[in-house]
């Protein structure tokens, strides 16, 4: 398994982590809820989210270049297709999710349900795209 695929894995492993475990702590807690967390609690929460991910996927990066410092260079041309056509699939799945999120915003959604569909839009298409690279990967 090269480098690159290697930290692809990694980074689904912790995005699945760290956002499946706040969405199925959040979605429960307060589905049906007209008690929900205030703006200023919604900026944190999106803060941590946006930051947890990017802290562990450096960690983890740095301590696959330690163990194979060879293969931690930049990328051949193989990598690079793969790169660009799982940017492709991730940013479709993006537009799908914004296209949601005006109907959410037309419809006079709370804000804590606007900024959740957003993170859940994010964070579907950070994995569609590291699906996608996986599947690259093992498919050739």
């Known amino acids: 398994m090269s480098f690159h695929e290697k930290s692809n894995l990694a980074v689904l492993v ?17 589905a049906g809820s ?3 967390p205030s703006s200023g609690a919604i900026w944190g929460l999106m803060f941590v ?7 562990l996927s450096v960690a983890v990066m740095t301590i696959l270049a330690v163990f194979s ?13 793969i790169e660009m056509r799982a940017d492709a699939r991730g ?16 419809r ?17 298409a950070e994995l569609a795209k590291g699906l996608s690279r996986a599947i690259a990967y093992r498919r050739g």
């Open 49 to 55: 989210l946006t930051l947890l991910p990017l802290v």
């Open 69 to 81: 410092p060879k293969e931690a260079g930049p990328g051949d041309e193989r990598d690079r297709t």
């Open 91 to 106: 940013g479709f799945v993006l537009m799908v999710g914004m296209i949601g999120l005006m109907l959410l915003l037309v």
């Open 108 to 124: 006079d959604t709370e804000p804590f349900w606007l900024a959740n569909t957003l993170l859940v839009y994010v964070a579907a």
């Open 14 to 30: 912790i995005l699945s982590i760290v956002f499946g475990g706040y969405f199925a702590f959040v979605f429960p807690r307060f």
């Open 34 to 36: 007209d008690d929900v």
